[in-house]
């Protein structure tokens, strides 16, 4: 019988740490150092495996967008490949898309990549759908942007948001990490910015993973209900057209993607 699941480019497995940005989905403009930009030509890759000992046939990987907006997402379906992966063997998978222009002020998504195959052995822990959000825009330094928290529990709930990793000579501020939000409450509008505390930093880039987590009001019963991830960069020069970096003297910082689980944490960007 066959087993499929993404595997990352990087060898990681699936899914990953954190599981909202998957490293078994890429760009062509992330391969090259650049940002995706709508209504420019890309491309999206993924990476399958099939760890069962029988050969999977006609299997179909399918590739969709998801923007995120204040008005009710609409999903994109791109399209799907068919393809043969034999036993123990790791197929990647490609489409060419073009990014939605999206409404002003609106420029985040999520790329979502689904494995479908009727005769797969395991499906849980999200083993047959990888996600990976992107930012549909340049952003300038520093790395400011803004998001929306929204309680999606069926009651009063305590919303918290933890920052997952911390690195040194660089410096990331919430504007609050923990509040009350009722069944009807409109969603929470969260700021950040990302800097670098030493010139130059030890690390030249460094992504931040913040999660969102929610419990029943009055419990510290807290699930996680999705998160955002972004990249900083630093360093000097001049920039492309469509590449993440923008000269600011010395110092270059720049939003590489924010992520959500649609459906689960919502936001509206405002770079």
Not at 159 to 178: A, C, G, H, M
Request: with cysteine; aromatic share 10%.
């Amino acid at each position: 019988m066959a087993d499929l699941t993404f595997l990352g480019f990087d060898g990681s497995a699936h899914p990953s740490d954190p599981w909202y940005y998957s490293h078994a989905v890429e760009t062509e403009s992330e391969r090259n150092g650049r940002n995706i930009r709508s209504g420019v030509a890309d491309h999206i890759y993924a990476r399958i495996h099939n760890n069962g000992p029988g050969n999977a046939q006609r299997v179909r990987i399918s590739f969709g967008f998801y923007p995120f907006t204040a008005s009710i997402p609409t999903f994109y379906d791109l399209g799907s490949q068919i393809v043969d992966i034999a036993s123990d063997e790791t197929r990647e998978v490609s489409i060419a898309w073009t990014p939605p222009d999206l409404p002003p002020g609106e420029i985040h998504g999520c790329i979502l990549v689904t494995i479908d195959y009727g005769y797969d052995t395991h499906f849980a822990n999200r083993s047959n759908a990888a996600q990976k959000n992107v930012n549909v825009h340049d952003t300038s330094s520093p790395a400011n942007f803004s998001f929306r928290v929204e309680n999606t529990l069926p009651a009063k709930a305590t919303i918290r948001l933890r920052v997952e990793n911390q690195l040194p000579d660089w410096d990331i501020k919430l504007s609050e990490n923990r509040f009350v939000s009722d069944v009807h409450d409109c969603a929470r509008l969260i700021h950040a910015v990302v800097t670098p505390t030493a010139s130059p930093p030890k690390l030249r880039e460094a992504v931040f993973f913040v999660t969102a987590q929610a419990a029943p009001f009055g419990t510290e019963d807290f699930v996680d209900i999705g998160g955002v991830a972004l990249k900083a960069r630093y360093g000097g020069g001049i920039a492309l057209d469509e590449d993440f970096r923008m000269w600011v003297g010395a110092i270059l910082a720049v939003l590489l993607a924010v992520v959500v689980m649609l459906g689960i944490f919502r936001f509206r960007s405002r770079s």
